[in-house]
């Protein structure tokens, strides 16, 4: 790998890890598209419960690993909301990117040099 390739990966690494770690913490806790959409037709009360009408978030179910250690975008155990979230998205981006490394490694093309 050249030193240039390196030093490339070293700060798209560093990027995604700031941006995981901090800029997650500011996240808007507002429903997104998908969710509006889905609750478009049924009437809420205070608390966010549907009270009347029909959408389908009136089919929505608790998800099969909603008690895993990294459910809801934080880590279990951990209090903190700000440094739940952010060490969640730390590790997400560590684990993606050794995966995908990993990947890459196993797929690179080889030279006859190599073999």
Not at 9 to 16: D, F, I, Q, R
Not at 52 to 67: F, P, S, W
Request: proline share 2%.
């Amino acid at each position: 790998m050249s030193k240039k390739l390196g030093w490339f990966l070293a700060g798209g690494l560093l990027v995604a890890l700031l941006l995981a770690g901090v800029v997650s913490s500011f996240a808007s806790g507002s429903p997104d598209g998908l969710d509006y959409a889905a609750r478009e037709g049924c009437t809420f009360n205070a608390e966010g419960e549907i009270t009347g009408g029909t959408c389908m978030a009136q089919q929505e179910g608790e998800h099969q690993l909603g008690d895993s250690p990294l459910a809801d975008y934080g880590i279990k155990g951990i209090n903190n909301e700000y440094l739940s979230t952010g060490l969640s998205g730390i590790l997400g981006v560590l684990v993606t990117f050794g995966i995908g490394g990993g990947l890459f490694w196993l797929l690179r093309r080889r030279t006859k040099a190599d073999a």
